[in-house]
């Protein structure tokens, strides 16, 4: 298969998140379009790499070095190209798996915790109150409790109703070979401020280059404060709904 073709097939999905559509997405089908059809390229190997492209960064940051938080940016936004290549090459393959996403969002919270923990000493180090060694852990923990309530729904939902079919990873996606790049990208600027997982490695990485990550620090911690609120809020509506059917 030609490089055109390749390119072509791993446009499989419509990604939600700002940084993924602007950057992760279009990175990531060039580079799959070159290497997508060797065997020893794997989505669960991707995965792995992503990971440790992301607790790198934490290490680099706690040694306060100008070069070394230079290299964490670029870790951290190599780590979430990656993020994006797993997921596009095991849909390429028709190797999506459930464990495979199990794998890949577990390594995700985990490697969140410990960029913020690098974060957070990093603030400190340069100044910070001793709070600030709380602030990123806490931050992270948020994001984590999402993660949950999402989890806990979907949990209580295929305990209680049960599913009219078998989950098939993979199957819930559309092509948007149809999509010109730069027309996909465009759309997707919308979304700048919507503050997805993948997005956080942006801000972060903007912190740290324009030395401000005390700003950036305090501005994920009260956008995914309000946010774990507003999704327990949602979900716990939502859940009610569902009673009112069950029970009734």
């Known amino acids: 298969m030609k490089f055109k073709d390749r390119y072509a097939a791993m ?20 580079i ?14 991707i995965t792995w790499l992503s990971f440790f492209a992301k607790m790198i960064p934490a290490g680099l940051m706690v040694t306060n070095d100008r070069i070394a938080i230079i290299a964490a940016v670029i870790s951290l936004q190599l780590g979430q190209v ?7 090459l095991a849909r390429y393959r028709g190797q999506a798996t459930l464990k495979g996403g199990f794998l890949d969002r577990v390594l995700d919270g985990t490697g969140f915790i410990f960029v913020m923990a690098g974060f957070s000493w990093l603030v400190y180090q340069n100044g910070g109150e001793p709070y600030y060694l709380l602030i990123g852990p806490m931050t992270s923990a948020f994001y984590l409790v999402i993660c949950y309530v999402y989890w806990n729904v979907a949990y209580l ?51 740290l280059i324009l030395e401000i990550p005390e700003v950036i ?3 994920l911690f009260v956008v995914l404060f309000i946010r774990v609120f507003e999704r327990i809020k949602s979900r ?7 009673d009112k059917d069950l029970f009734k």
């Not at 799959?32 to 190997?45: A, F, M, S």
């Not at 010109?180 to 903007?206: N, V």
Request: aromatic share 16%; charged share 20%; net charge positive.
């Open 32 to 45: 799959l379009g070159v290497i997508g059809d060797y065997k020893w390229v794997t989505p669960i190997g």
């Open 217 to 219: 620090i305090w501005l």
């Open 236 to 242: 716990a509506r939502y859940l009610g709904s569902l």
């Open 157 to 207: 939902e295929q305990k209680h109703i049960g599913r009219g079919q078998m989950i098939k990873p993979g199957n819930n996606v559309r092509s948007i070979v149809h999509i010109p790049t730069w027309k996909y990208m465009l759309r997707g600027q919308k979304k700048m401020f919507s503050f997805h997982q993948a997005d956080f490695y942006f801000w972060i990485g903007l912190g």
């Open 11 to 30: 446009k499989n999905r419509q990604a939600k998140d700002w940084w993924t559509i602007t950057f992760g997405d279009p990175f990531s089908w060039i």
């Open 82 to 88: 990656l993020d994006s290549m797993d997921g596009n």
